[in-house]
């Protein structure tokens, strides 16, 4: 496991008797770039900014490149923790150049200059703030935040005030600025795809705790509770029966834990979903006649609404090639992986 940067234990914050922040614990590694993604108002920026030092936590402990800077009796100032910041609208000095920008919190000589490069905006050193897009404004930020050479750069909603495009290929670029200059950091984003796309870890944040933490392929793929499967992407959840480490559902037989007995849910995506006469690639068994309610193409793919016998309803996610009819009797097999949780 690789060295901590940040070290977050069991922290708790309560405004006004209303708790945001409720018992959470979270770590990122040196050089991991993790994502803290969650529903509005389920206490992602007060859990930052209890790491950042701008809200004293009422319990637990915070840690920062192995020094305690949070807890019983510890207390050290924001600007003593050794972080950088982004914000979502960059906060740059209006009145000062990007050298200055960057020049500000005393960097050794030739970082501004190594920054500016490593987002690629040297030739904008003398600029103010007001000539530059969006986008270099964020980069800007981005540089001005590692200058410092910070144990951990903290970004919250970076890319929130910038339109669709320039988001996601600012976000690309951002991953990878951080990777470039090794640095640590915790990004905050109320969006699934950007955390799952960008991060090496993804947090997902339920009402002030951390439900589930893991590579994005680990908690899109096998989420440990139906929440979190149904806020990382679309999801149908069947019933079924578990024994002896099979869970068995109108669509077949599914490897289980062996600890679960009785009744469990299982999460289905549609695009682990196929439609055909043929169950192309599906193990047999995993598979049950169904008629198609409707569907819905989107170009790159469509999303067709599924009945089974006995009324159970999901959604396949397949290339828009087939035009499936509304009364169409088709055959679903089930191809992605499934999770089989016990009951919520
Ligand atoms: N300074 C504050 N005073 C009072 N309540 C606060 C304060 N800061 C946050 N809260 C409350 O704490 C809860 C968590 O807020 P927080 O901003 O941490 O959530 P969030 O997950 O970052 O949400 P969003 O994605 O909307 O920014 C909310 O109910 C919010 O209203």
Redesign the pocket.
């Known amino acids: 496991m690789r060295a901590s940067t940040i070290d977050a234990v069991d922290l708790e914050k309560a ?2 008797g ?1 708790p ?1 922040v409720a018992g959470a614990s979270l770590r990122v590694g040196s050089g991991e770039l993790v994502a803290l993604v ?10 930052l900014r209890l790491i950042a030092g701008f809200e004293v936590p009422d319990a637990g402990s915070v840690a920062i490149g192995g020094l305690a800077v949070a807890g019983e009796g510890v207390w050290v100032e924001p600007d003593k923790r050794r972080i950088g910041m982004v914000f979502q609208d960059g906060a740059l000095f209006p009145h000062l150049s990007v050298r200055a920008n960057l020049e500000f919190g005393g960097p050794r000589a030739g970082r501004v200059e190594e920054c500016l490069e490593l987002v690629g905006l040297a030739d904008r050193a003398g600029a103010f703030p007001h000539e530059l897009s969006g986008g270099e404004r964020q980069r800007i930020a981005l540089a001005r935040a590692l200058a410092t050479e910070p144990h951990v750069v903290l970004l919250d909603e970076p890319f929130a005030a910038l339109d669709e495009g320039l988001r996601a290929e600012l976000r690309e670029e951002v991953a990878g600025v951080l990777r470039a200059a090794g640095a640590s950091a915790l990004l ?1 984003t ?1 969006n699934q795809q950007e955390a799952l796309s960008l991060a090496d870890v993804v947090a997902v ?1 339920r009402d002030g705790r951390i439900e589930q933490v893991g590579p994005p392929q680990t908690v899109y793929g096998d989420p440990a509770t139906r929440w979190v499967a149904e806020f990382l992407g679309d999801a149908d959840v069947v019933s079924g029966t578990a024994a002896d480490g099979v869970a068995e559902c109108p669509l077949g037989r599914f490897p289980a834990d062996t600890a679960l007995r009785g009744p469990v849910e299982i999460v289905l995506r549609p695009e682990g979903l196929v439609i055909g006469p043929d169950e192309a690639g599906a193990p047999p068994g995993n598979a049950a006649e169904a008629v198609v309610l409707g569907r819905s193409y989107f170009g790159h793919d469509q999303l067709v609404r599924l009945e089974l016998a006995g009324g159970l309803r999901l959604r396949s996610r397949n290339p828009g090639s087939a035009a499936w009819r509304t009364g169409d009797r088709v055959r679903v097999a089930v191809r992605g992986p499934v999770t089989v949780l016990g009951p919520s």
């Open positions: 405004f006004g209303h945001a969650g529903p509005s108002g389920s206490g992602k920026t007060t859990l905050v109320h944040m």
